[in-house]
């Protein structure tokens, strides 16, 4: 079954610290996502990749640096953590044609204090 | 850059009454899109993909009706249940690659018995 997987559900950082989000998926994609969901704002874009070791900004990248290390595995970093950057963070995937949807993992809910 | 809006943000209903969901894009080139609704703490799961060469789409008990004329399309239930309750996005590939999606801000609906 196709499938997006991300980890950590949930974790609490501490402003200035690291933080890595990690999203895998067995569905044979070569795009992946990673958009940031905010109440009054939908999902925004803010990394993506199409191939393995390659990663594109998308709308909103400050901040965040993204990690394509296989087709499978893509990490959103936060190397310097702000409060700002508290959301609900997902992964999707897609086949990259015309017409797919992307499927969407469960999400990370990130509080930075 | 291009925009999509969607209204109302929230929208409560009695069980067994109809709801309609309304988003208004930018892109005249548009020429499909996606529904998504997302539950309480869950991902998003796509309701539908729609055409622009079908000006009625169906499906899971949920029409779309897509006006090209004012770009613009609604997410009809005409007869709501609990069940129905969550969070919906309608998502607009941007470009003529389609590889990247621009979201509404969401509508929360809210079925009550």
């Known amino acids: 079954e196709a499938a997006v997987t991300q980890s950590p559900r949930s974790k609490v950082a501490v402003t200035g610290g690291k933080v890595t989000l990690s999203c895998h998926q067995t569905?044979?994609?070569?795009?992946m996502y990673w958009y940031r969901q905010d109440t009054g704002h939908g999902l925004r874009l803010i990394h993506y990749?199409?191939?393995?070791?390659?990663?594109e900004k998308g709308d909103i990248p400050d901040g965040y640096k993204a990690s394509r290390p296989s087709q499978e595995n893509f990490s959103l970093i936060l190397e310097l953590a702000s409060l700002s950057q508290t959301a609900v963070y997902f992964c999707?995937?897609?086949?990259?044609?015309?017409?797919?949807?992307?499927?969407f993992g469960e999400g990370t809910r990130l509080s930075v204090l | 850059g291009e925009q999509v809006e969607q209204r109302p943000p929230h929208l409560s209903v009695r069980e067994g009454d109809s709801a309609v969901i309304i988003c208004t894009y930018t892109?005249?080139?548009?020429?499909?899109f996606f529904w998504y609704k997302q539950e309480p703490g869950a991902g998003l799961q796509l309701l539908m993909k729609?055409?622009?060469?079908?000006e009625i789409n169906e499906g899971q008990g949920f029409t779309v009706l897509l006006n090209k004329k004012d770009k613009q399309l609604s997410l009809n239930l005409t007869a709501a249940h609990p069940g129905d309750s969550a969070v919906y996005f309608c998502?607009?590939?941007?470009?003529?690659?389609?590889?990247?999606?621009?979201f509404g801000i969401g509508t929360l609906l809210s079925v009550k018995p």
């Open positions: 990749s199409y191939v393995a070791d390659s990663t």
């Open positions: 998502a607009v590939p941007l470009g003529s690659s389609g590889n990247k999606l621009i």
């Open positions: 569905n044979n994609h070569d795009y």
């Open positions: 999707a995937s897609s086949a990259g044609n015309n017409n797919q949807a992307p499927l």
């Open positions: 892109d005249p080139n548009s020429y499909y």
């Open positions: 729609v055409f622009s060469s079908t």
